[in-house]
């Protein structure tokens, strides 16, 4: 194995805030939720290369044989046997559109995927001008999927490649949380008005989490099952583009990272029926100047535990459990897009206490903690890599 190197040169955070809080006309948000920058950099910790040659890729998921299934946005799943990277992808995947921010996201395995061979995979489905983020499910058969169905799919379509979300993450009971972005930016519209408005209209999808049963319909207990005009998949809602979200093993809990626009980017413990409140009560500026709403709290919103600023584009998410790092025992690891790391988040039950940084040098996609307790990482680059982060020992 190799070192991967780290980032050499990142512009400090600190100027980077100044620069986002001198915008003209702009007034720092100010809420019950201090801001986080700059963090101090972890230690005792290197990254190791164990696979490259991925093109961009989003989500993986380890098999019982200890091989693991990596989707690549473009729209392959890849198989990685005994540390290598099968040249042929696995066939019968569904047809993506790879426009912007979409394509094949995220895979999970069926909880009983022993006896039932069933994998998940998020995409986005149609062309640029009309997509929805989708989930399809099919029987791993060697190297191809059989039986492939779309179990899911946005009732509403939408224009421009941004903001799927795409997340998934089993429930004891067999049921599937996932992540459905507001949708884009202005201008992007929907119903005449900005699209990301529909994060806060429970009669859409958009800026949701959704939790179903395995076969993709709304799962009987959900919050809104019996309100008239509301969507029965809802579980909660207010979100802008959930990319990183995780069940606690512990206590159950579900967090959740989420991107802001121009600072603002959100780390949420996710509760069934609550409000998150975008883009009606959030820490975020326009990408061209002024704030988006001068409420940073209201009395129905559910606040977040950290707000970032600047926006480190959140992806990833764990709660790790294993045996490397024993002092991270606890904690949640978050990966940034944007300054190409990954965040401990040190928690004392659900309040986050500090952070620190793992600066890996490319952009993090996704944080997964592997059946054999390790931390890996995939980077969102066109040459992207599978790494595991190790205890240096000194």
């Known amino acids: 194995m190799i070192p991967f190197p780290r980032l050499r040169a990142l512009l400090p955070v600190t100027l980077l805030l100044a620069g986002w809080l001198s ?4 007034s720092e948000p100010t809420g019950p939720v201090p801001l986080t920058g700059d963090v101090p950099e972890a230690s005792r910790w290197r990254a190791e290369v164990l ?12 098999l019982p044989d200890g091989s693991a299934l990596v989707t690549e946005r473009p729209g392959r799943l890849r198989l990685i046997r005994d540390g290598q990277l099968l040249a042929e992808p696995i066939a019968g995947v569904p047809e993506v559109c790879a426009c912007g921010q979409g394509g094949l996201m995220d895979v999970a395995l069926h909880p009983d ?45 939408k224009q421009g490649g941004q903001h799927f979300g795409s997340r998934l993450v089993w429930l004891p009971d067999n049921s599937l949380l996932v992540s459905i972005g507001d ?24 800026g949701k989490i ?25 579980h909660s809602f207010g979100h802008r583009n959930i990319q990183g979200m995780v069940r606690d093993p512990i206590s159950g809990r579900v967090w959740a990272n989420e991107h802001g626009a121009r600072g603002g980017d959100e780390l949420n413990l996710i509760q ?46 764990i709660f790790y459990t294993g045996n490397e790092f024993p002092h991270w025992r606890g904690n ?6 944007r300054f190409g790391q990954v965040r401990r988040i040190v928690l004392d039950d659900t309040r986050a206490m500090k952070e620190e940084k793992l600066s890996i040098g490319q952009r993090v996609r996704d944080v997964r903690q592997g059946p054999d307790g390790g931390i890996y990482v995939l980077t969102d680059e066109p040459d992207g890599a599978l790494l595991r982060i190790r205890p240096t020992g000194d």
């Open 51 to 62: 696979v490259e040659g991925l093109e961009h890729p989003w989500g993986i998921a380890w």
């Open 183 to 206: 949708g884009g930016n202005p201008p992007t519209s929907f119903r005449g008005a900005n699209i990301r408005d529909q994060a806060q209209n429970l009669g859409t999808d958009f």
């Open 113 to 157: 995927f022993a006896n039932n061979q069933w994998v998940y995979l998020t995409f986005a489905a149609g062309t640029e001008d009309a997509n929805r983020t989708s989930i399809a499910r099919g029987r791993l058969d060697g190297m191809r999927l059989r039986d492939l169905e779309v179990i899911y799919a946005n009732p509403d379509a």
């Open 332 to 337: 949640l690891l978050s990966g940034a897009l």
């Open 23 to 26: 915008t003209a006309g702009c």
């Open 272 to 317: 069934a029926g609550h409000n998150y409140g975008w883009p009606e009560v959030t820490y975020s500026m326009e990408y061209w100047g002024p704030r988006i709403s001068e409420k940073t709290k209201r009395a129905d919103v559910t606040q977040p535990k950290i707000v970032w600023t600047p926006s480190k584009a959140p992806s990833g998410l």
């Open 210 to 234: 959704l939790r179903l049963r395995d076969d993709g319909s709304p799962h009987p207990d959900n919050p809104f099952n019996d309100r008239a005009g509301a969507r029965a998949e809802i």
